[in-house]
Structures are given as C-alpha cells and as structure tokens.
C-alpha cells in the first residue's frame, strides 16, 4: 500500500514527539541490544537462573518462544531442556571464567602447537585462542554464527556469545558488529511475534506484537508503511490472508489471462491456446481433436454449432469467469474512486485554512479518514465475496447456507455502498460552516460517517461469525476491524543509522 494513500491525515509518521497508546505491538529500535529483545531475555534468566548468553542460546534453539521456554521447562526439566538446547552450565570454580583466559603453556588439541593463551568454553572442552578466532570467523563469514558448536567432536554446546565477541572484535572489529547484527536478527527472523516492515526500499525497522492473538491484524511501521502482520502485504480485511494472496497472484496474471479468455480457447484435450481467425464454430486442433468454440467442449466430426453436450458444464465455467470479471472490476472501481477522493484533503485543507476553528477542522477530515477506511473496506469485501460464494470456498457451505448467507452479505454491502456514496457525495460539495443550522453539509458529514463507521462493523461481524466462522474445515481469522485504520507503532530508543538492516536484504 502506498504510504500516501494512507487514510491517516492528522498523523505525522515523522514526528518523533508523538506518542499513540500502546494497543500491544511496538517497533523495536535499530539498536543492538532493544529493550523488548532484553525483556525476554530478563525473563529467560530468571526463569532458569542462567546468565545472558545462556538464556539467549535457550531461547534462540526454542525460537524465542518464553512460553515454549516454560512449558518445557514444566515437561521435561531443567537438564533435558538445557540438553535440547545446547546450553552447558559451567561448574562453581569456572562460572566466573567467561573471557579468554591465561594457562600453563599446553599445546592446542586443534594446531598441536604449543599455546599459552587458550580459553575454556562453559561445556569443559579448551583450546587456543588463534583456533577459536579461525573458527569463530568462518562460521559468521558462511552466515551460521547464531548457534555456534563447539569445536570439539560430537559436543553439542553453543559457545559463549561474549567469548565470540571478544575473540572476533581483536582480530576484526567489523566482523564482530556483523555477529552483532546476526544476533539481533535471530532475534527477529526466527520470533513470530517480529517481524521486518516490508517496505522497499526497507527502512530497517522491525515490529513486534506482544499478543498472540494479534498474529493477524493491520500495522503501521515507523516510515509510515501500513501491511498486514500475517501475510506482510497490504492492509486487506476483511479479506483472509489467503485470499488476499490469490487475488494478488490473479492481479499479476490477469492482463495476460484477459487477452487469452477473450482471444483464444483451450483443446479441451492438449488444453493448448487455439485463436479462431473464421470459419463456422467448429475448430480443429493440430492434436487432431474436435472442439465447439462456443463452450470449448470436444464435439466430434458431426456438429450443429449450437447444441453441444455437457452444456451446463461449460456454463457454470463461464459463470465463474464472469464473476471473477465482476467482482475485479467492483474492486478496482472502488480504489480508482479512493485514489479520486484522497485528492480531497488538499482541497479541504485549502478551505480549511481560511476559517477559524479547529472543532470544524477535526470533524471534516475525520469524515475524509472514514470515508478511505469505509471505500477500502468496501473494496475488499468484494474479493471476498468471490472466493467465499463461487470460488475456493463455495463449497465449505451447503447449497442452502451458502444462498441465505450471500443474500444478506449481497443487502449488508448495498447498504454500505449507498451510505460511502452518501459520504463521498458530501464531502465533495460545497459547504459552509454553520453549525446553527441542524441541516448543513458538515453536520451531515458527522452523521454520515458514524452511520458508515455502524455499517463497516456491523459487516465485520457477519463476515467473521457467519461467514468464516461457520466453515466446515474451520474458522478463518481476520484483521479485527478499526475505524482509525492500522495502529500506529510506538518507537522505542534511538535510531542509528548505522546499524540498519538494509545492508542485509532481509525486507
């Protein structure tokens, strides 16, 4: 979704100083160590009274999952969790032996050389400083550092993060802020509840929700990017994700299958692409198989080129392409008539800045704000209406539920479209301000848009519980339904550019 076809007007997504309310999800800094990383890890600690890069190592093996954390530990214990996650407890005397350490000259059991700096790993096993660094920058360098074994044969510990640090920024400082940056993005890539904005070019930010049960719902990024957490494509409720992922792919593919459906048809037996350049509509194939261009059916040498069996087959074909042709073209109406109505802002504004009032300014562009929520909204129920009446869906209902149902889905969207064009209608008039006057355009405004809002929701509902939620494989979850649109993030800390993501292509 563009940034500038938002919806959003009276939010700067610039503005540092402006804090929304914490509605569970936040923007983690691009920092290496984010407070809401540390939260877990605090937490991780004190749960298994382990030091930070133990619990990180647990953490990272269990995908940054505290809850799995805990419910293993409640399953199996303590040792079997540590055993699963290749976390190694130091002994008393060697808890406090976390850095490179200074030994009696011993020869390395990797080099055979003798070595007098050599450094002890929690698991027991010891070896030259030289030959951990070798091995330490081979593993980052091949992209594998956030679960780095040790060097010994068949020893499943992970190696100290701090002792790779340390070890990695003597010989090569850049490397170790690579390290760095692989941890934190282990963080991020391997969490479910974090994800990375999709923008392009990426912004470097990554957004976390603190819920589980906000795993599908619409966000705003830091850089103003709206998408949808679940599937990281644009905002599409009331569409499921995997609807909205096929009609994208149709999308994509829709201006070649357009020429193809109105030019060509397929042998019904080799289903190649045949173009008719005249003649009667009986066609000959190169495969030598008979076909009706009228319904693409195999015909045989004897034909009328009107009656042809298995009719109703081809029909409901047909049917099905029309409606896909119906429904697309609903869709796009909608949005060329938002990307129309987003130029009412500056017009608006324009007028605004003549008149005193800020009362008056907040009510017109809350009517601008519902009006993008409502037209998208109203955009995408067509889709789903596709996929849930006549296409991937259409059987999940029997033919009784799936007729009532889609006569009070078809009532639920005309009511709604009348009341948007109300709306639009409105706000694309002439008005004055004058709120003495019960029936002026700008109070009709108010009114107009808590109507549409009481429609938008009253639509959610039915789709939620008696449409997706009333499948035979199962429910379907949605985007919850929010008149002020995707929420905004809240930014934690301070953004250093150096540290972005962008360098690493992950977006």
Partial sequence: MDANNKGCYDRDPHNDDEKPPDRGWVVPPKTKNPFVQQEDLCRVMELLSV???????ALVHYRWDVKKV????LEKGASNLFAEAGVSIPEEDQASNNTPTLEPVIRCRICFMPKSHMTRMNCGHCFCNKCWTKYFTINILNGKSRRIKCMAHRCNSICDESIIRNLVGEQDVNLAEKFERFLFESYIEENKMVKWCPSIPPCGYALQIKDEDDLICEVECRCGRQFCFGCLLEPHSPCTCLMWEMWAKSRDELETDNWLNMNTKRCPVCHKCIQKDGGCNSMYCPCGNKFSWLHAIA????????????????????ENEERYTYCYASYMGHMESLKLEMKLKDRIERKLSTWKGALVEERLKSGLHMLSIARRFLSHSYVLAFYMFWDKFRNEMSKEERKSRKKIFEDKQ???????????????????????????????????????????????????????????SGPLRIAPYRSEGPVRAILLGAVTTEDSHSDNQHC
């Fill in 51 to 57: 030091k930070e890069n133990e619990a990180r190592t």
């Fill in 70 to 73: 805990s419910a293993v530990l």
């Fill in 299 to 318: 015909t045989g040498k004897e034909h009328t080129g009107t009656a042809v069996a298995n009719h109703s087959i081809c029909c409901g074909r047909k």
């Fill in 414 to 472: 005309q009511q709604l479209e009348d009341h948007v064009e109300r709306l639009s209608g409105l706000l694309n008039k002439p008005f004055e301000v004058s709120m003495d006057d019960p029936y002026s355009t700008q109070v009709s405004i108010i009114y107009q848009s808590i109507a549409t809002d009481s429609l938008c929701r009253n639509m959610y509902d039915f789709i939620k519980n008696d449409l997706l939620g009333s499948l035979r």
